[in-house]
């Protein structure tokens, strides 16, 4: 099972940093955990995948829990833009590469 | 940079019409995916092309049909549309087939149908 587990919902005031959770607790080693995120009428793009460590790139920063059981994407200044759907996906290396509904995240001005 | 382009952006079918959805990339990508989504509910995968010549079916391939053109084109066939058909639908690349790589998907920006 590839699920993984997000809130529905989030809110953020803008320039502030948000944190995203991410529940995967069935993880086994070799999988990599992917963000994408979903802007209005846009199809999906990617953000930030790991496997252990943690990484940033210039979107967002991926914190990987030790036990690998968790992660949080953190988006560090929140701007209007980020208003979107974030979903957190476990990478099994399967062709079916599963987009739960995801966390929709609210900017407030 | 296209990317990923998907046509036509919006369509209106009648039950039991037939339609064609196109989808192109620019990028070299050697898979090819088409996924659906409904109302408030994540992404399901329908059919993908690991490379070139090949296709396999998805989650949900039922009432489908895909072909890989070329490495560049990857369409999706509707023979008899029904309402259940009713999503947008989402064609994307990796450079890699996903079951060797975790290759990033890029995606378009979709298609909306809407089957009366």
């Known amino acids: 099972d590839a699920k993984t587990t997000q809130p529905n919902s989030m809110e953020s005031n803008e320039e502030e940093p948000v944190h995203l959770p991410c529940n995967h607790s069935?993880?086994?080693?070799?999988?990599?955990i992917h963000w994408y995120r979903q802007l209005p009428s846009q199809g999906p793009e990617y953000v930030i995948h790991?496997?252990?460590s943690n990484v940033n790139n210039r979107m967002a920063s991926l914190a990987i829990a030790e036990d690998r059981k968790s992660s949080t994407l953190i988006l560090h200044r929140a701007t209007l833009r980020d208003a979107a759907v974030y979903y957190c996906?476990?990478?099994?290396?399967?062709?079916?590469?599963?987009f739960g509904p995801g966390t929709r995240l609210s900017v407030l001005p | 940079n296209a990317g990923v382009t998907q046509t036509p952006k919006f369509q209106v079918l009648k039950t039991g019409q037939s339609m064609t959805l196109q989808c192109a990339q620019d990028?070299?990508?050697?898979?090819m995916y088409w996924y659906r989504q409904d109302p408030g509910m994540g992404l399901r995968l329908i059919y993908y092309?690991?490379?070139?010549?090949?296709?396999d079916k998805g989650e949900v391939p039922n009432g489908y049909n895909v072909s890989r053109l070329n490495k560049r084109e990857f369409s999706l066939r509707l023979e008899s549309a029904a309402p259940s058909q009713t999503s947008v639908y989402f064609c994307?690349?990796?450079?890699?087939?996903?079951?060797?790589?975790?290759?990033?998907?890029?995606f378009g920006n979709g298609t909306r149908l809407t089957v009366t």
């Open positions: 994307a690349s990796s450079e890699e087939p996903r079951s060797s790589y975790n290759s990033p998907l890029h």
């Open positions: 092309s690991a490379s070139e010549g090949t296709t």
């Open positions: 990028m070299n990508h050697n898979s």
């Open positions: 790991g496997l252990t």
């Open positions: 996906i476990r990478d099994n290396y399967g062709q079916n590469f599963v």
């Open positions: 069935t993880i086994s080693g070799t999988d990599y």
